[in-house]
């Protein structure tokens, strides 16, 4: 467990926040300057759009809406057993029970009784078999939260099972042969130009004639989301069938889908809504729609608003995160650490359903080059069907999890020829012509990768930093330090083709305010700042003109998931397209009655200029209506270019790449296996900003959660029971402040987006996620220094005290060199 820092090296609460201004100052402090001259309204670091609501405790969240009168309360009754069949459920003695109104079992699902996602194998309720412990067998509808609860918590009393032998990780579903999804294969061969099986035996033959050979597993944990705000609905029966839901989600459209094949009618009689989220993380893309379906039934059953908010432990017990790996590769690489050929077996741990296992695994083994060029490749990737939680998206969906394997084997590879991994990784780059072609076939055409990592060693002293840790460790038998550089290569879009478009609203009203609705969920990433700063930007308006409502079903129809960091690239593209057709309009308008063509008006700082006179935007806005222009518009936007064959596992998948890198330096205790970040300098690309100073809040808060993952948020289930034993903050254990190194380091590149983006900017949600791999490292690296750095550390992810205790055991025991 990461020990709390001492003082003199934490710094306080208030030099910390003034870093964070100079951080956010820093950035482009003549560029912002420029901009507001220019009236620009995009590339200037605002405050979240809800800031101040949120540090005045005053931003609604769904439990914090006025419950309308009659308004009832659901729990559920969790599976005491991780496999087996439910025989029965007592069900009228939980309706017996005070309080109590109603009692929900499978057979009253009025329509479909599934809630999976892309395949339909995930059930609201458990009809019959049990899939895992804490799976859902019933739902309890009482007066008040406390009496459902009560009456959930009697599950083990109140049902009669058959308990079954459970299958509990993803090495043994993959020994014998349990996936939820058919096992993926993307294999290449430069050298004979063929892809597929037809490629296998040239990979294969690439490995064996290399001068060096190396074969490895690695074993890398899960990551619970950990959400302030935890899963809840709120569903409100209307008028005709319809139903209101308002639900905490990423996705209201497969909300809404999800809970009008629930019900047994059309989507257009359910209306989803989200104002916001407390947090998502990929935790309420697909995994909100049970407790959505849920609370919609039994509203729609005893005509009542149902409110259904999980308890933390509840919550952990029933909803999946992302994904544990396991790993076993070979390679052969030259004497300089390139890599000549690669064979990987990728398994992961499913969990009861699909859900979202099968893209999250094709996103694995197309970031399994990461900023490499990988000429002879071979990747397999199996989905585990498991006894446990189905696992689903979380922050990266699957990009961590590849990427992550092919730099344990550089890192691996550094050691067993004696250089410096950094070297090793830079000989691997992606280059020019022949070899920046992608295992899937997409040629990677914005590779910024060497030049940000170079700028990065120079800036943070790597070279030499890790000459003063070589010197220290030699005279520091006990604590040791290790450094590590590693750089980030994240394809941008979603997997599927079809999923890249989204819808936006924009209306202008008489007195020249402004309101936009989009297809995205605010979840405290900032989207509906960046949004609102395109809007304004495109109408040359002030920012507080501009407000962003709802994401509601009503409004924008078919969206996509907010996911795969497309937030801000889909929905501001769509709202700035709806709001350049007002502008279009209104310089038509102002062309026409004061003189001069439409080309000609400038729409700036709250002001138009047309005909050698400059009128307030409310006044051009006034005289438009007055000339019965229209004043609203809707826009729509698809991401051009994008191709994938799942068969083949070739395309186009991603618009565009986002870089970036990360030093990060660390000490740990070889007694005790305790360890400390003790600086981080991190360098990301995010194309022209759209909002320095969130983008940069966004890489600092995914830098810090990437390391909870690597480092100290270990998923524990019973060998027996299949019980998930860490299923709270007691024992879960996420980063807090004291985490956070005494000196860190962020900076964003310089540089645009060579796609057409919006405004030329990156995404930033998931990408930076990645950039803690350095901590990792660094500590493997400082494992490895306890040994004189003669054999590869066999650590494993998180890199608890424990597992890096168990990695320096392996590493003292050892004095032989790993490899062949």
Known sequence: MNKPLSPDLLQSAEAFADYRRNQSVRVDDAAEAKAHAGGARVGISRPHESAALHVAGAAPYIDDLPELAGTLHAALGLSPVAAGRLLGVDVAALRALPDVVDVLVAADVPGSNDCGSIVHDDPILCAGEIRFMGQPLFAVIARNRQAARRAAARARDMVRVEAGTPVLTQREAHAQGRYVVPPMHLVRSAGTNTHGAAAQPAVQAAIAAAPHRLKGSLEVGGQEQFYLEGQISYAIPREGGGMHVHCSTQHPSEMQHLVAHALGVRSHAVQVECRRMGGGFGGKESQSGLFACVAAIAARRLGRPVKLRLDRDDDFMITGRRHCFSYDWEVGYDDAGRVLGAKIDMISRAGHSADLSGPVMTRALCHFDNAYWLPEVAMHGYSGKTNTQSNTAFRGFGGPQGAIAIESILDSIARERGLDALDVRQANFYGTAQNNVTPYLQTVQDNIAAPLVEQLAASS???????????????????????????????????????????????????????????????????????????????????????????????????????????????????????????????????????????????????????????????????????????????????????????????????????????????????????????????????????????????????????????????????????????APSTYKIPTANDCPPVFNVRLYEGDNVEDSIHRSKAVGEPPLLLPFSVFFAIRDAVSAAGGHRVDPPLAAPATSESILRALGAVQASGGRAGA
Request: some cysteine; hydrophobic content about 40%.
């Open 461 to 727: 002293d790597y070279r030499a930093r890790r000459a003063a840790a070589a010197a220290f460790n030699a005279g520091s038998p006990v604590l040791k330090r290790g450094i590590a550089l590693t750089p980030v290569k994240f394809g941008i879009s979603f997997n599927v083709k079809h999923f890249n478009q989204a819808g936006a609203l924009v209306h202008v009203y008489t007195d020249g305010s402004i309101l936009v609705n989009h297809g995205g969920t605010e979840m405290g990433q900032g989207l509906n700042t960046k949004v609102a700063q395109v809007v304004a930007h495109e109408l040359g308006v002030a920012f507080d003109r501009v407000r962003v409502t709802a994401t509601d079903t009503t409004k924008v129809a078919n969206t996509s998931a907010t996911a795969a960091s497309t937030g801000a690239d889909l929905n501001g593209k769509a709202a700035q397209d709806a709001a350049r057709q007002i502008r279009e309009r209104l310089a038509a308008c102002a062309a026409a009655r004061h003189g001069g063509t439409a080309s000609e008006v400038r729409f700036a700082n709250d002001k138009v200029q047309v005909g050698g006179r400059e009128l307030g935007f409310d006044v051009v806005v006034g005289e438009a209506y007055l000339d019965q222009v229209q004043l609203w518009s809707d826009g729509f936007y698809a991401t051009p270019g994008l191709s994938w064959d799942r068969d083949t596992m070739t395309g186009r998948p991603f618009y565009y790449f986002a870089y970036g890198a990360a030093v990060s330096e660390v000490i740990i205790d070889t007694l005790t296996g305790e360890w400390k970040l003790l600086r981080a300098d991190v360098l990301h690309d995010v194309g022209r900003s759209l909002n320095p100073a969130v983008d940069i809040g966004q890489v600092e808060g995914a830098f810090i959660q990437g390391m909870g993952w690597l480092t100290t948020e270990e998923l524990v289930w019973h060998p027996q029971s299949g019980k998930l034993m860490t299923h």
